[in-house]
């Protein structure tokens, strides 16, 4: 066999194994490869993709993509959908096909999502040396564009002669079912060795099982923390995305149910609770609820479970102003249970620690006073978002109006995707999310672009498991102008495969997010607004609005698209729209509603803080009083050792 074509039946025969309670999981790790085929991979691993296409259909299904970085964006949100049970690989060619990928790369690895990489390099022999897009470094003949990977893959390693592929597919499924250590994994193929002959052990290419591990917590830090947790007057969880991997969403219902300690979410942990629940605050930090971030403000007691702690969720270290403030941090990876230099650190599975804690908390709870404070700051904050999506503004509806129309047009079953822009806040505070499957915005890399390609693989894992007998779902990418301009070409693929992506495409004719944000340090908007060049200024700010029609742009595509127009109606009209195309035949094609909104009508106000640096010497007021507010904030950041 060459080492392209053992590659592909080895990873059509690897699967996951997975057991949360009495139920078992057995699937297929790498459901199919993407590729967009170039010198480096078109002999190797296309020639293979296309041998067993012939001969077995079933074996390694091909999926054709428009963009490399797309690629890995899907493969993401298949990741994401399946809780890390199954993605894809990804085959490319060398130079910069290869390249396209170190966005996706980065990003699947800080969301710690798995993702098989499979980038081309140039001849491992040097027999024609230097190759078309290969890049020449006189001081290191064996450094290629490829060694870029190496900081932003969980694993690497390039496969320069035909045996090391055993070792090197090893150890990179090892790190794609590795709970505590998943991201990137990236095994670079030189093109001559993809195409090379060897002879391929029949044990090598049998069916084998990857069990993702849900180690348990030691009985004394089980002990440790039930004895903090007793003496906290103010607890508080902050529940992440690892929640949701660990499939302990319902135990952690229990937990908050029974002992009454308030939950607080990030951006990876929205669905954890449902938004109605009596004990949820909703989404914590710099994007969070009023309710979330007045709580823990006075919190004396943070037990994390499966988050990361980035600075949204602590509000760059000034959400907890607590001075005796300590933290229990439940999670599966060394590097975030250790984060703030707690004392309490669990490194275990968060469904089977929340089991041991109940245990362990029998007849616990939390005074009365608490649950009083929790239940007043959740009525508040859910009356000001009932005026958020309830206010109407004309001719251009805020961002709020068309949250809430998306929202209440979706089903509970139903996915809303983004990642970048001012949505993700937005969305992060106010989305009324349903089910635990129902959310999901990329915000560790917030990588413009991903919306659309990462709902799609969200899609086609959904489709998955609508047809294993599961829940069907329809999924809505709820995406900016700026976001869809870099990255909509996905939207062929989902033409191409016929596949119903529903697409909220809000138009501001800008960067309201960053206009936002430049405001706030003083930078007066600059350069956020699409806008023809002034010569005479040379600047973008006070030009015509471009001609641009994003609507027609998507029409050209292929899809479908609903316009909503401008006046007092577009609300209903908007959520009208959304009804239409949830009621698409599932094998139409890609649906998007096209509506424009004021970028100038802001969410309502977190009471929290993001830390921006700003200038701190300028000629500009605006710049001179952004950093007198600044300096403000900046005295209550805390180091937060607990």
Not at 21 to 31: A, F, M, Q, S, V
Not at 339 to 347: C, F, M, Q, R
Request: with cysteine; hydrophobic share 40%.
């Amino acid at each position: 066999m060459t080492v392209a074509q053992a590659l592909v039946e080895f990873l059509a025969n690897q699967y996951t194994v997975d057991r949360v309670g009495t139920e078992e999981y057995r699937g297929r790790l790498i459901p199919g490869t993407f590729g967009i085929f170039g010198h480096g991979n078109v002999a190797g691993v296309g020639q293979a993709l296309r041998q067993y296409q012939q001969s077995d259909p079933e074996l390694m299904p091909y999926y054709q993509g428009r963009n490399e970085q797309a690629q890995v964006h899907q493969s993401v949100g298949y990741a994401r959908h399946t809780r890390r049970r199954a993605t894809f690989a990804v085959s490319t060619s060398i130079g910069p096909g290869s390249t396209n990928m170190l966005t996706g790369a980065a990003l699947a690895t800080t969301n710690r999502l798995p993702v098989l990489l499979l980038p081309s390099d140039a001849f491992a022999t040097r027999a024609a040396d230097p190759v078309l897009q290969q890049l020449e470094r006189p001081d290191a003949y064996d450094v290629t564009v490829n060694d870029a990977f190496r900081p932003l893959s969980r694993f690497f390693d390039r496969v320069s002669r035909p045996e090391q592929l055993f070792s090197a597919l090893f150890g990179g499924l090892r790190v794609l079912t590795d709970p505590a250590d998943t991201g990137a994994v990236t095994i670079s193929l030189p093109q001559d060795v993809q195409a090379e002959a060897f002879v391929v052990p029949a044990e090598f290419l049998a069916e084998r099982e990857w069990r993702i591990r849900h180690p348990e917590p030691e009985d004394d830090d089980i002990r440790r923390a039930a004895e903090a947790i007793r003496a906290a007057r103010n607890p508080l969880i902050i529940a992440g995305g690892g929640v949701l991997y660990a499939y302990a969403e319902d135990e952690l219902a229990r937990f908050a149910d029974a002992t009454g300690i308030p939950v607080g979410n990030t951006q990876a942990g929205v669905g954890v609770l449902p938004w109605n629940h009596p004990r949820s605050l909703g989404a914590i930090g710099s994007t969070g609820t009023t309710a979330a971030n007045a709580i823990a403000a006075d919190a004396d007691l943070i037990i994390g479970i499966g988050t990361r702690y980035e600075d949204f969720t602590t509000a760059s270290r000034t959400a907890f102003q607590n001075p005796d403030v300590r933290f229990i941090n439940i999670n599966v990876a060394p590097l975030d249970a250790y984060k703030h230099g707690t004392s309490l650190p669990i490194v275990a599975d968060a469904r089977k620690t929340l089991v041991k804690l109940n245990q362990a908390l029998g007849g616990y709870r939390v005074g009365g006073d608490l649950e009083a404070r929790v239940a007043e700051q959740k009525k508040r904050w859910d009356a000001i978002v009932d005026d958020a999506f309830d206010t109407r503004f004309t001719p251009l509806p805020s961002q709020n109006e068309i949250i809430g129309a998306t929202n209440r047009a979706m089903d509970a079953q139903d996915v809303v995707i983004c990642a970048a822009g001012s949505l993700p806040g937005d969305l992060h505070k106010m989305w009324r999310v349903r089910d635990s499957f129902g959310y999901h915005v990329e915000y560790a890399y917030s990588c413009m672009g991903y919306e659309i390609p990462g709902g799609l693989g969200v899609k086609r894992a959904a489709l998955a498991e609508a047809a294993n007998g599961g829940t069907r779902r329809d999924v809505v990418v709820m995406v900016g102008d700026g976001s869809y301009l870099m990255m909509h070409t996905e939207l062929v693929t989902a033409v191409a495969e016929r596949i119903k992506l529903i697409v909220v495409l809000i138009q501001n004719h800008g960067y309201a997010s960053i206009g936002a944000l430049s405001e706030q340090l003083g930078s007066q908007r600059f350069g956020t607004q699409y806008r023809t060049l002034d010569a005479e200024h040379h600047t973008f700010d006070d030009g015509e609005t471009l001609p641009v029609d994003l609507a027609l742009n998507a029409e050209s595509l292929g899809v479908k698209v609903i316009r909503v127009a401008q006046g007092e109606h577009v609300i209903a009209d908007l959520e009208a729209a959304v009804a239409q195309a949830k009621a698409a035949p599932e094998d139409g094609g890609p649906v998007l509603v096209y509506v424009e909104s004021d970028p100038l009508l802001d969410a309502p106000s977190s009471e929290s803080w993001w830390d921006v640096p700003v200038a701190q010497t300028s000629t500009l007021e605006s710049t001179q009083r952004a950093f007198i507010t600044y300096t403000d904030h900046k005295n209550r950041q805390r180091t937060l050792l607990g």
